[in-house]
């Protein structure tokens, strides 16, 4: 044991209550260790003013060019396969065919996956996933003033992902650069839906939805049509019909006889007890009578249950547009959360001596008014309510680690 580290802390607040060891606390300290860590975090996040200069740090991210390749998806399920996607690219955005996705991680079962079902038909298609979207380290809970590309500038901030395609699909229209800046993207957005735009990244937001860690139910994918035709023998009475995916469950199905020039007009009838999630059977009204005829075949449910995915914590996503077409540095201070302290010779993460002049005092006032068999006296908790307020303030005077910023400036004669 050490002073100042997780052991030797929680022997403090066992003292408090008359005791010699941890050991001898209720819960063997568990309940220590929890009020410890409560108080890490409000050293961090100081909820009674400016957090201290300590708690933020500067980061530095890198977005990759555009990715390329060939994939393999089936229609209406948000398994991908075919390709390994890099994992820092979690929350991009993915071009297959004429349509966009989300990359979204890998699920439990390790398979890669997209936010949403796909819409193309299944098969293998050329795809390109570009480097909008950025998991940032769990420790960082929120991003300080406006990132700077290194490239560019600073990136000027979007609220939310609805308000990010709300401006990308208007009729007419460009994002605008901080104030001051004269140019825009130099694109112009007409009717015709969501647009895309890619170049050098200018715009930010950090979204903390349920990709990269979140638990998330996908849910059935519904709706799936599939749809296809089957030729037909002179003399055929029914037909079987083999769905290309198989369904969760029974989907509803239909089917009509199309008939060559000249030929005769027979009704078809799906067998309802036929109906799987594979495939079922059509009956007809009359035989074929010759060649040329074939069955048109359309159905329509859910396809599969798609699992939940696996990782099990949340990282915040720092994404930009327009989408990177080269590799960009981006530079930015975050706030930090403090590491929870687990194991005895775990110590906190903090400057100098505020383990025991800051951190302490806000651990023992939070025993005092918590643990049911602290007994001390009005005047003992008094001194330790003064005692943390103390540590607070110690906290606000951190908030900023340089007092004087005056700016200096030549002037050139132009």
């Not at 948000?78 to 993915?94: D, E, H, L, M, Q």
Request: hydrophobic share 35%.
């Amino acid at each position: 044991m050490a002073t100042g580290d997780f052991a030797w802390l929680k022997l403090q607040l066992a003292n408090m209550v008359g005791l010699s060891t941890v050991a001898q606390l209720d819960d063997a300290g568990t309940f220590a260790g929890q009020i410890i860590n409560e108080a890490l975090l409000d050293c961090y996040q100081n909820p009674s003013g400016a957090r201290p200069g300590f708690a933020q740090q500067l980061f530095g991210i890198q977005l990759g060019a555009p990715l390329t390749g060939t994939i393999t998806v089936t229609q209406g399920s948000r398994i991908i396969s075919g390709y390994s996607f890099p994992a820092n690219r979690i929350g991009s955005t993915v071009q297959v065919g004429q349509s966009y996705y989300t990359y979204a991680g890998q699920n439990a079962a390790s398979q890669y996956t997209f936010v949403e079902p796909v819409a193309e038909t299944s098969g293998s298609y050329s795809f390109t996933i570009w480097h909008n979207s950025y998991p940032l380290d769990l420790n960082i809970g929120e991003v300080q003033g406006a990132p700077i590309n290194l490239s560019w500038g600073p990136l000027s901030p979007m609220n939310s992902r609805a308000e990010d395609y709300r401006w990308r699909a208007l009729v007419y229209g460009d994002f605008m650069p901080p104030p001051g800046g004269w140019w825009g993207l130099g694109q112009l957005y007409w009717p015709g839906g969501i647009n895309y735009p890619v170049g050098v990244p200018m715009f930010y937001r950090i979204e903390n939805g349920p990709l990269s860690g979140v638990t998330t139910n996908n849910g059935p994918a519904e709706g799936v049509i599939q749809s296809g035709t089957v030729s037909l023998s002179p003399g055929d009475v029914d037909v079987d019909v083999t769905f290309g995916t198989a369904y969760s469950s029974p989907p509803t199905v239909e089917g009509d006889i199309e008939i060559p020039t000249g030929g005769y007009v027979i009704d078809s009838n799906p067998v309802s007890a036929s109906i799987t999630t594979t495939g079922f059977t059509s009956e007809f009204a009359a035989a074929i009578p010759d060649t040329g005829y074939t069955f048109a075949w359309r159905s329509q449910g859910e396809t599969e249950v798609v699992t939940s995915m696996a990782v099990a914590t949340p990282r915040s996503l720092f994404i930009v547009e327009p989408m990177p077409t080269a590799i960009t540095t981006i530079q930015f201070t975050g706030w930090l959360l403090p590491a929870e302290m687990v194991d005895d010779d775990d110590v906190p993460q903090m400057p100098g001596d505020l383990v025991t002049r800051v951190l302490l005092p806000l651990c023992r006032e939070k025993w005092a008014m918590l643990y049911k068999k602290y007994t001390g006296s009005d005047r003992n908790y008094a001194g330790i309510r003064q005692s943390a307020d103390n540590a607070r303030a110690i906290l606000q005077r951190m908030s900023m680690g340089q007092r004087d910023k005056p700016i200096r400036m030549n002037l050139r004669n132009c």
